[in-house]
C-alpha cells in the first residue's frame, strides 16, 4: 500500500516499533559521556545529520526502518551536529529530521536476537563520539551483527559507527581494554577471527580526531577509532580531514565524517533498494536428458542476477539432503541442486555408471543452465566428483567447497566394505543398509541424542532411492580415480569443511587437501560427524557463507 506503515509512521514523527518483514534496523548509541585519556570526560552524542539523512533517503523510498539501542534509550544528539548547517543549509530537511528525532522510541539490544534476518533490508549504524562507548564493546550487538553478516545484509556505518563492527569479535571489551592499554599483540591476539577482517573501511581518521581532540575535546581520546580497525585486522581507506569518502567492499558501505553524510545516504540507500529489488525465484523441479539419454532431476532457483551455485549431494542421498542450505543461499545466489544419475528422482536406465559419467552429468547440466563458470559444493562422493570434474573441467570452476570429502580413490579395504555393503543391499534391503551405514556417518551425540534426525537421514537413503541406483553407485564409489596428484593444480579458491567426528572422512583427509590446494581455508564443523551439513547446519552454513562472501 505504498509507505510501509511503520514508515508513515516515522515520517510523521509518530513511533510505532514494529517487526515487519523487510525493515532497516538502525542502531543507535545512547552515551553522553567521553571519557578522555586524563580521565576527565566531556559532552558528545550520536550526530543527527549521520542518523537522519540516511534515514530521510530509506523512508523517501518507502523503507520502514526500526530503530535499537543498548538498553532502549532514545540517543543524545550532539550539539555540533544540531544545526541546519549539518544539513546543507536546508531548512525543510533540518526541520524534517528534528522532528523525527523527537519521538525515537528504541528497542534494546535484547530484543535483536528474535528479529530474524529474513525481516531484516539492511543495518544502519550513524556516528557522533558516542558509539566509542557503549556500541563498539556490546556483544550482543556483535552476534546480531555476525548473523547479518552471514546474511549478506546491507550495513551502513558512518564516521565513529564503523567502531560497532568490533563488537563482532569475540570478546570485544578485552580486545578494546588492550588496545587502551597500548598492548597490541594482545589485542591483535583477541581480534582473530574477526568476521570484517580484509574489507576495505573508511572511519573517522585519526587526523581527523586530533583535530576534534584541539577544538572540540580538549584532550586526547582513549584510542584512535582507525587504528581499532587496522589493528582488527580492517584496510582502513581515509582522505584529507574532512573530505567526503564512502568505501563499498561487499555487504559493508562505511563513510568517513559527518561531510560524508549525503553520499553516504544516497551509496545506503541505493544499495538497500537494489537488494529488496532482486528478483528471487522459488527452487523450480526440473529435467534434463544426458547424451547418453539418461534423465536427471534438478532444481533452480534463488536471486536470478546472483553468482551461480551448484551443490551436489552425496551417497546414498539426494538433493534433498541440501534444504537448510538452500534457504540461506537463494537470496543472494542462483541456486542449483541436483539428483546425481541412480539417487532421488534421477534413476538409471541404461545400467551401472562410472565417475566420468557423473562429471559428464555435471558439465552437461551445467551447459544446460547456460552456466559458464560456477561455484561448486561437493559432499562426500559430490567432492569426489568434483575433484574430478575440476581435474577435468578446470576452467568450468569459479570455487570449490570440499565438505566431508577425500582425494584418495579407494583402498582394497574399502573396495571389500562396499563389496558387503552390496551383499546387504541385495540380500536385505535398503533399510536395513540404511541402519548400518547412518552409525558411522553421524557423531556420536547426533546418533543417541537426535533421533528425529536419524529418521530423517533413514528417510532420505530409503524413501526416493532404489536397490539398484545406490548398488550402482557403489560400483561408481569403487572405480573412480585418485586426484590426489592433481590437488595442486587447484588455482580457484577453496574452502574444505569437516565435522569434528567425521568417521568416514576424518579431519586427517582433510588436511590432505588444505595442505595440497593452495590458499585454501580449512574449518572443522563441531557437534557433527560425517553428515555435517545437516547434523550441524548453523556452524556448516555459516562458514559456507563467509567463504562465498570473501569471493571477489
Not at 590426489?484 to 579458491?493: A, D, F, G, M, N
Amino acid at each position: 500500500m505504498g509507505m510501509r506503515i511503520f514508515g508513515l509512521l516515522v515520517f510523521l514523527g509518530l513511533s510505532s516499533q514494529t517487526f515487519a518483514s523487510g525493515d532497516v534496523v538502525v542502531i543507535l548509541s545512547e552515551a553522553s559521556m567521553l571519557p578522555l585519556k586524563d580521565e576527565r570526560s566531556v559532552s558528545i552524542g550520536t550526530y543527527l545529520n549521520e542518523l537522519m539523512i540516511p534515514v530521510m533517503a530509506l523512508l523517501d523510498q518507502k523503507q520502514s526502518v526500526v530503530y535499537f539501542s543498548p538498553n532502549g534509550k532514545p540517543p543524545v544528539f550532539d550539539p555540533a551536529s544540531d544545526n541546519v548547517k549539518s544539513f546543507g543549509g536546508d531548512k525543510k530537511k533540518y526541520q524534517r529530521a528534528k522532528e523525527l528525532s523527537r519521538e525515537l522510541k528504541p528497542s534494546s539490544f535484547a530484543e535483536l536476537e528474535r528479529f530474524s534476518t529474513q525481516n531484516i533490508a539492511g543495518v544502519l549504524v550513524p556516528g557522533g563520539h558516542a558509539p566509542l562507548i557503549d556500541i563498539a564493546n556490546d556483544k550482543q550487538l556483535g552476534e546480531f551483527l555476525r548473523r547479518t553478516h552471514d546474511a549478506n545484509l546491507p550495513t551502513g556505518m558512518i564516521c565513529h559507527g564503523p567502531i560497532a563492527s568490533i563488537s563482532a569479535i569475540a570478546d570485544p571489551e578485552a580486545y578494546l581494554a588492550a588496545l587502551k592499554s597500548g598492548d597490541i599483540k594482545k589485542a591483535e591476539g583477541f581480534s582473530r577471527g574477526w568476521i570484517y577482517a580484509g574489507y576495505k573501511i573508511t572511519i573517522f581518521s585519526t587526523a581527523e580526531e586530533k583535530i576534534a581532540e584541539e577544538r572540540k575535546l580538549g584532550g586526547m581520546v582513549q584510542y584512535y577509532p582507525d587504528d581499532a580497525l587496522k589493528i582488527a585486522g580492517a584496510n582502513v581507506v581515509v582522505k584529507a580531514p574532512g573530505k567526503s569518502n564512502v568505501v563499498v567492499d561487499r555487504e559493508l558501505i562505511t563513510g568517513q565524517n559527518p561531510n560524508s553524510a549525503e553520499e553516504f545516504a544516497t551509496t545506503f540507500a541505493g544499495m538497500v533498494s537494489r537488494k529488496a529489488a532482486a528478483k528471487v525465484t522459488p527452487m523450480k523441479a526440473r529435467t534434463f536428458m544426458t547424451n547418453d539419454g539418461e534423465k536427471l532431476s534438478y532444481s533452480a532457483g534463488g536471486n536470478e542476477q546472483g553468482p551461480p551455485i551448484v551443490l551436489i549431494h552425496g551417497f546414498p542421498f539426494s538433493s534433498a539432503m541440501w534444504k537448510s542450505q538452500v534457504e540461506v543461499l537463494k537470496r543472494d545466489f542462483r541456486v542449483v541442486t541436483y539428483d546425481m544419475r541412480g539417487f532421488g528422482k534421477s534413476q538409471t536406465k541404461h545400467g551401472p555408471f562410472t565417475m566420468e559419467l557423473l562429471v559428464d552429468d555435471l558439465i552437461q547440466l551445467l551447459d544446460h543452465e547456460k552456466i559458464s563458470k560456477a561455484t561448486v559444493v561437493g559432499f562426500s562422493m559430490g567432492g569426489f566428483l568434483t575433484l574430478r570434474a575440476i581435474e577435468r573441467n578446470p576452467a568450468r570452476f569459479r570455487a570449490l567447497v570440499l565438505a566431508n570429502t577425500r582425494s584418495a580413490a579407494d583402498s582394497n579395504e574399502s573396495k571389500v566394505r562396499r563389496t558387503d555393503a552390496l551383499k546387504t543391499i541385495k540380500s536385505k534391503g535398503l533399510a536395513a543398509f540404511a541402519d548400518g551405514f547412518l552409525k558411522s556417518a553421524v557423531s556420536p551425540a547426533t546418533l543417541q541424542g537426535k533421533p528425529e534426525l536419524m529418521k530423517t537421514l533413514k528417510g532420505m537413503v530409503t524413501t526416493t532411492n532404489t536397490v539398484s541406483g545406490v548398488s550402482e553407485g557403489l560400483f561408481a564409489l569403487m572405480s573412480r580415480t585418485d586426484t590426489t596428484e592433481s590437488l595442486s593444480l587447484i588455482k580457484v579458491p577453496t574452502l574444505i569443511l569437516v565435522g569434528l567426528d567425521d568417521a568416514v572422512t576424518p579431519i586427517a583427509n582433510a588436511k590432505v587437501l588444505h595442505d595440497a590446494i593452495a590458499g585454501s581455508k580449512m574449518e572443522v564443523i563441531p557437534e557433527a560427524g560425517h553428515m555435517s551439513p545437516i547434523e550441524n547446519p548453523e556452524a556448516f552454513n555459516q562458514n559456507l557463507m563467509r567463504f562465498l562472501k570473501s569471493l571477489k
